[in-house]
């Protein structure tokens, strides 16, 4: 055990069984204490607290007689003091349960001092409150795979979340888990017992999602035959997830905000006042700043939702994380009847170079056919090739250069025939308007609204372009 004294006001106790990270943590901590108490696991620790009240404590988590947080509640831990928890065990289930404890923060190792030493000033000017205790839950992973620093990042913030029901915003490309973290964010908030229920704005017809969102009254419209509870409704003392919001009209959005504002609303065609008891989540693959500013999504309803944002990270940068991915998905697959698969060390390494468009939706559906379609148990670098190469409806990281090529030898054809007919740019943009068109309303299911959405356009656009290239939407 050591101690050293400094300047300031202070007491803080290290438990860390690592001499570097004790002595490196003591020297940057130099200034910001009187009384700095280094100690290297739980016994020692529960002697010294015996007599002693440290102000702050800062605890790893693998230590060599048991774990740093699960054995602090039971050692006479005055509950007002704030705790950091240090980990290398860099998952969602530790940062939930350094939370569980009612921890200050929790800094995945390895840290950063300057972020170690701002947390360590901020929780020695505030003392933790009782009601910000929770108890974990006890899954441990809520579906999230990976410890790359970028999902660390959305660790943290799913644990901040877990005492308080504030709006959050998920953002991040299409496929990258957003709904994953929504599911997360309510399995180890407040409202856990409660349910958690989704509804997607892109896949609902305009004039219906005010129903679809508060319900309606019988006779309320054409069809309305009876009493229909809506998703706020049927989101009672629960999660209320709200995917693809960019996607939602703008008068249904006013709607909303009036019950973020108010925590009430009434059914359509009702005028009972109902109370909204959810906490909402929201999510999108669009920049919503720039819907803002093109006056497509109101911007007070914006800064409603984005009380916390959780920006997810797209695959390409998480590559490190790619191996743990795959494992995850085989494990899954093989839960679900799927022939159990390895992957060879030089297939591993093509799925870690593939840029990944369609993001972690894209490897599962990979990793799927590699479990259906490979002869061995192995998989091969040449079983990946070919999935990737014919990889249904993400392009895989050659595409662009194959469209590329493609292009420049149907453009050197047409150029070598001086007589031939002009207006290149446009015959070329109509055959691959409607190449386009086909794939995305097949990839949809003949869905307009969604194939709308996958291309970017409004459905009308997309109505008006399939009528002028000829092309039957039914059988397209």
Partial sequence: MTQARTAGGKTILLVEDDPAI?????????????HFASVTGIAERNAWLAENRPDLIITDVVLPDGDGIDSLPGAGVDPLTPVIVLSARNTLDTAVRATGIGSYDYLPKPFDLDELTASVRAALQRRVLPSERVEPATDDSHGLVGRAPAMQAVYRTIARLATNDLAVLILGESGTGKEVVARAIHATGLRRKGPFVAINMAAIPRELIEAELFGHEKGAFTGATSRSAGRFEQAAGGTLFLDEIGDMPIEAQTRLLRVLQTSEYSTVGGSQALRADVRVVAATHRDMRALVADGRFREDLFYRLNVIPVTLP????????????????????????????????????????????????????????????????????????????????????????????????????????????????????????????????RAARGNQLEAARRLGINRNTLRKRLGQLAIDPTHP
């Fill in 314 to 441: 797209p695959l390409r940068e998480r590559r490190s994380d790619i191996a743990a991915l795959v494992h995850h998905f085989v494990e899954a697959g093989r839960h679900a009847g799927l022939p159990d698969r390895q992957f060879a060390p030089a297939a591993m390494q093509l799925l870690e170079r593939h840029d990944w468009p369609g993001n972690v939706r894209e490897l599962g559906n990979v990793v799927q056919r590699l479990a259906v379609l490979s002869r061995d148990t192995v998989v091969t670098a040449h079983d990946v090739a070919a999935v990737l190469r014919d990889g249904g409806e993400e392009a895989d990281a050659g595409t662009a250069e194959s469209i590329a090529r493609a292009v420049d030898d149907w453009a050197r054809e047409q150029l070598a025939d001086a007589g031939g007919e002009g207006d290149l740019h446009g015959r070329l943009l109509a055959i691959v308007e409607a190449a386009l068109l086909r794939r995305t309303l």
């Fill in 22 to 34: 004790a002595l490196i943590v003591r020297e940057t901590l130099a200034g910001e204490c009187a």
